[in-house]
């Protein structure tokens, strides 16, 4: 089982790498939104720190979402699934490798650029460490609601507005407490109540996520 999820996880990261233009689109288009709020807001140090928090959960949700249609719809078009599936390969195995990597090809990228961000929006770096803590939790939490999304509307039409409907109102406990975390960073107040719950929330995705993937991957292979 180990083996298969590394075969897969292998092949889902070198065609993300080959895929480098989506996730530099991903990037430029957090940069981009994170660039547009301190117009709306003004040049007001105080206040853009006051939102930055808020403003860096909004914009990190906003840029990763519209991908979430797309992580299985390419290798569905394409047969992979259906194959995988008639030679008894666990499909929970690769739904959890291509959400492992879709993970961190769109994280890893934002979490380079966020001292920056910090930075542009007045937010002190010494919260650098535990804000990266927080949005890892947050996107790890949010891919697996994207891949649970990806695999229910796999087929339909108009795929990407129903994964994006289904992924926002399961995404605000996530985003609350990630906004929660970072006020409570700025106040210097306990981080932890809010951490576990969202390593809770993350925990219970896992157990959760994989087996509705896997049976949403066979219904839709069944009713094509």
């Known amino acids: 089982m180990i083996l298969i ?34 117009l709306t807001l003004g040049p007001d140090p105080n206040k853009l720190s006051e939102y930055g928090i808020a403003l860096v959960w909004i914009a990190a949700f906003v840029s990763v ?8 719809t390419d290798d ?10 008639h030679n008894d390969q666990p499909l929970g195995c690769y739904a959890a490798a291509k959400c492992l990597c879709f993970f961190l090809v769109t994280t890893i990228p934002l979490l380079i650029i966020l001292p920056v961000i910090c930075t542009m929006i007045g937010l002190n770096l010494s919260i650098f460490f535990e804000l990266a803590i927080s949005l890892v939790l947050g996107l ?12 229910l509307v796999l087929g339909a039409r108009r795929a990407a507005i129903l994964a994006a409907v289904l992924v926002l109102p399961l995404s605000l406990p996530i ?14 107040t ?35």
Not at 76 to 85: N, P, S, V
Not at 175 to 188: D, H, K, N, R, V
């Open 5 to 38: 999820f590394y075969q897969y996880f292998i092949r889902e990261f070198e065609i993300s790498i080959s895929q480098v233009t989506d996730i530099l689109s991903q990037i430029g288009f957090f940069i981009l939104i994170m660039m547009l709020f301190p």
């Open 65 to 72: 979402v519209p991908a979430y249609d797309r992580l299985f």
């Open 76 to 85: 569905y078009l394409h047969g992979f699934i259906e194959k995988a599936a």
């Open 140 to 151: 790890f939490g949010m891919t697996l609601l994207g891949g649970i999304a990806s695999g």
């Open 175 to 188: 985003i609350i407490f990630g906004c929660m975390t970072g006020i409570a960073l700025i106040e210097t």
């Open 190 to 224: 306990p981080i932890k109540p809010y951490i576990s719950i969202m390593i809770a929330i993350d925990l219970s995705l896992i157990v959760l996520a994989i087996p509705i993937m896997q049976l949403s991957l066979k219904n839709a292979i069944e009713n094509n």
